[in-house]
């Protein structure tokens, strides 16, 4: 079993910030990839950011300069730091971990159950 557990959304004013955590848990081996999709009402889910093992990212041409994403390799957890937050940033954010688990021989991609952002005055 493996899970993904996200915490941090709510509803912040424009301009303003927010933090995303995500933990994933279980028998894991080891955890690739992770990163943040987000999906507004009535659009497709889309790529935010992402972040190797090893620490690159890759962000959505939309968050560059505003978003920033981490993680914390002991804790099998990734963070995205929310900062200029807009009104088209409002969606529910997912977490997602391309992962080994213990005994596996592939990785597999999980997600998380979705944390709601709201960005409104």
């Known amino acids: 079993q493996v899970q993904l557990v996200e915490s941090g959304g709510g509803l912040v004013q424009p301009g303003g910030s927010l933090t995303l955590s995500c933990e994933a848990s279980g028998n894991i081996l080891r955890i690739n990839t992770m990163g943040w999709y987000r999906q507004a009402p009535g659009k497709q889910r889309q790529l935010v950011a992402r972040i190797t093992g090893g620490g690159v990212t890759h962000y959505a041409d939309s968050v560059k300069g505003r978003f920033t994403v981490s993680r914390d390799n002991a804790k099998n957890t990734v963070h995205l730091q929310m900062n200029s937050l807009k009104p088209e940033d409002t969606a529910v954010y997912y977490c997602?971990?391309?992962?080994?688990?213990?005994?596996?021989?592939?990785?597999?991609?999980?997600w998380g159950q979705g944390t709601q952002v709201t960005v409104s005055s």
């Open positions: 997602n971990a391309n992962l080994v688990r213990l005994g596996a021989l592939y990785e597999y991609m999980y």
